[in-house]
């Protein structure tokens, strides 16, 4: 019986959701947006069946409906009171990320944390 490498399965993962960003990428300026959503989303179900983490796809697949996500293009994004509010415009949905601990959280009396 042969045991799998699992580590060697997740770098050719890596390859594959790298190689389906790009097509993603180049299928969105040929105005197929079509194809693009289904390379984001073959894409996010080769990283969530492997466990990959640390990938830019987290930002860039709306996990509503798993339409690839380009700045100006599929998704409108706004920096507000140190957030980046990233709205999908396919389905509507919104995911905000903290940019940076600001004053506000000095004023509740909790540390910055290193």
């Given at each position: 019986m042969v045991r799998r490498n699992k580590g060697e399965e997740r770098d050719v993962a890596r390859e594959r959701v790298a190689r389906l960003v790009d097509l993603a990428q180049e299928a969105l300026r040929a105005g197929r947006r079509d194809r693009a959503d289904r390379y984001a989303q073959l894409a996010w179900r080769?990283?969530?069946?492997?466990?990959?983490?640390?990938?830019?796809?987290?930002?860039?697949?709306?996990?509503?409906?798993?339409?690839?996500?380009?700045?100006?293009?599929?998704?409108?994004?706004?920096?507000?009171?140190?957030?980046?509010?990233?709205?999908?415009?396919?389905?509507?949905?919104?995911?905000?990320?903290?940019?940076?601990?600001?004053?506000?959280?000095?004023a509740h009396g909790r540390p910055d944390e290193p």
């Amino acid at each position: 019986m042969v045991r799998r490498n699992k580590g060697e399965e997740r770098d050719v993962a890596r390859e594959r959701v790298a190689r389906l960003v790009d097509l993603a990428q180049e299928a969105l300026r040929a105005g197929r947006r079509d194809r693009a959503d289904r390379y984001a989303q073959l894409a996010w179900r080769v990283k969530t069946r492997y466990q990959l983490r640390g990938l830019a796809l987290d930002s860039r697949v709306c996990r509503g409906c798993f339409a690839f996500l380009q700045p100006g293009v599929t998704s409108r994004v706004r920096v507000r009171e140190g957030r980046r509010v990233t709205t999908c415009l396919a389905c509507g949905r919104v995911r905000r990320k903290v940019l940076s601990r600001g004053p506000a959280s000095a004023a509740h009396g909790r540390p910055d944390e290193p």
